[in-house]
């Protein structure tokens, strides 16, 4: 019973993350909103708008991603799985999630120093008008990831428990 209300809890984890992300993009859509009527009423943009915009968009990727893979809504191509038995379908399905796992736990591996080092030193991105923190958003991407390897993890036992109980 503790591992399905675990299993609920980070479900709700991630619809949380991926809440947040849809409201920041509601906030970039203003923020853009506001840079275009600045420039074409008062020819006077609004500072550093491709600067948020672009670290923004890093960020709500790796809010919502471990969400989208959760619910199953990841773009695929299922011309084999179309085809394949059901006991290849399986394989393909645990083959996916292993190799998953097995890149976002390299992602991890390489991202934690830089992480870490982006903290320290307070890391800015300087390009542009206005200088932005960059160690939020490598936070954001690192923790985006731990979710990716946390539910490819789940989806792996859950493939586990199909082919063992056959549900």
């Not at 020819?43 to 990727?61: D, Q, V, Y």
């Not at 934690?112 to 991105?125: A, H, K, Q």
Request: hydrophobic letters at 50%; charged letters at 15%; glycine letters at 6%.
């Amino acid at each position: 019973m503790e591992e399905l209300k675990n299993l609920k809890l980070f479900g709700n984890f991630t619809s949380v993350c991926n809440s947040i992300a849809s409201a920041w993009i509601l906030v970039i859509m203003l923020i853009m909103m506001t840079d275009i009527l600045g420039r074409i009423l008062f020819n006077h943009p609004l500072a550093g708008t491709p600067e948020i915009a672009a670290g923004s968009l890093t960020a709500i990727t790796f809010l919502q991603i471990a969400h989208v893979l959760r619910t199953g809504r990841h773009i695929r191509t299922t011309i084999v799985q179309d085809k394949a038995g059901p006991r290849v379908k399986l394989f393909l399905n645990l083959l996916t999630n292993v190799l998953g796992l097995f890149l976002f736990s390299l992602a991890l591996i390489s991202l934690y120093t830089m992480m870490v080092d982006s903290w320290l030193i307070r890391e800015f991105d300087e390009v542009g008008t206005i200088h932005i923190p960059t160690y939020p958003v490598k936070t954001i991407v690192f923790g985006g990831c731990v979710m990716m390897v946390i539910q490819y993890l789940q989806n792996i036992y859950q493939n586990i428990l199909f082919v063992v109980r056959g549900k």
